[in-house]
């Protein structure tokens, strides 16, 4: 991120540009190293333990100063076009902290291209939250082309502010190509959440290449994963890579498989790569698992590589394995785990 001088500065003379996380670390270098104020984040485990003892003052605290270093400089900040934030496991932080990190963002960062903010196990971050990340910062980011949200263990977040993160996704992207969203362990997650994001991704799906989900011990049934399939796979030709997990979903039988399955051999014909993570869906057969990996390897002409985890799944045995590695591999690399 980079500051733009405006007239004359006796701190800082004859800079014209000063990059924004030097200005940060002067002011505070642990918080700016927490909030990721680097080009790129290096996560470590020293900070891991950091993280652990920011609060709402400390990060208010730091957000006021970033807010004041156009006044007290007489700078004026110029939007990056990446960013990471990393507040993972900050137990502390309650709404209000989220709520003036999501102003900034929406305030600042209008020229953003790409953004990552990892929230995973902020154990306050709820509804509320979510909702206003997506109200405040999305319609400020018109020029966003990649964003990955990491909100796994945030088991506050319900089906309400996924139907809001939704719409918005729908509404306000023109441009985005890459999307990856982590909503694992948000246990009151169900049906209704998932069929909202693929009812937002069905009407911005023409520009994605690459999508990433995880709804990794959420609450889906088969019910979920129709609605999910027939919302999202319509108009899906340019995925180029497609990721999708469902681990320890443990209500999902082979009938949402091959629901799934169906739809993308349908609509994604330009799809590369592909990964499904079934893991520990212990209602999964192998006549669900094998019908549903001919379906897509007959029918994705362009796949180079596919990926099936069904590890844990003990109606799943040795010999759906045989049987789609030997149908398929003169045609693309298959991994598949089973047992």
Do not use: W
């Not at 902290?97 to 102003?103: E, N, V």
């Not at 609450?219 to 999202?232: P, R, V, W, Y």
């Amino acid at each position: 991120m980079i500051l733009s001088k405006e007239g004359k500065n006796e701190k800082y003379p004859g800079f014209h540009k000063i990059a924004f996380h030097q200005v940060a670390q002067e002011i505070s270098p642990k918080f700016a190293s927490t909030l990721s104020l680097q080009e790129k984040l290096m996560t470590t485990s020293d900070e891991s333990i950091f993280n652990k003892k920011v609060d709402d003052v400390s990060l208010l605290g730091v957000l006021s100063n970033l807010r004041n270093i156009s006044d007290t400089l007489k700078l004026q900040i110029e939007s990056p076009k990446e960013y990471v934030i990393n507040l993972s496991r900050c137990f502390k932080i309650t709404k209000i902290g989220f709520k003036a990190l999501i102003s900034i963002i929406s305030e600042y960062f209008v020229g953003l291209q790409k953004l990552e903010i990892n929230f995973s196990d902020c154990q306050d971050f709820n509804d509320y939250c979510l909702e206003k990340f997506a109200t405040k910062v999305f319609r400020n980011l018109p020029h966003l082309q990649e964003l990955t949200l990491y909100l796994n263990g945030c088991d506050l977040i319900t089906d309400r502010s996924l139907k809001t993160f939704g719409n918005q996704i729908s509404s306000q992207f023109l441009t985005l190509k890459k999307l990856h969203l982590n909503f694992e362990r948000c246990h009151e997650i169900t049906d209704e959440g998932l069929k909202a994001i693929g009812l937002g991704l069905m009407r911005q799906i023409k520009t994605l290449e690459h999508l990433t989900l995880n709804f990794n011990s959420c609450n889906i049934t088969d019910q979920g994963m129709e609605a999910f399939s027939n919302k999202l796979f319509r108009h899906t030709n340019s995925l180029k890579f497609l990721k999708l997990s469902f681990n320890s979903c443990t209500r999902v039988t082979d009938t949402g498989l091959k629901t799934l399955g169906s739809r993308i051999s349908q609509s994604s014909k330009n799809l590369e790569v592909l990964i499904l993570n079934f893991e520990k869906c212990t209602r999964m057969t192998n006549d669900g698992l094998e019908d549903t990996g001919l379906a897509l390897g007959q029918s994705l002409p362009k796949l180079q590589k596919i990926i099936l985890d069904f590890k844990g799944c003990q109606k799943v045995s040795i010999r759906t394995h045989n049987a789609l590695t030997e149908a398929f591999k003169s045609q693309f690399e298959i991994i598949l785990y089973t047992y």
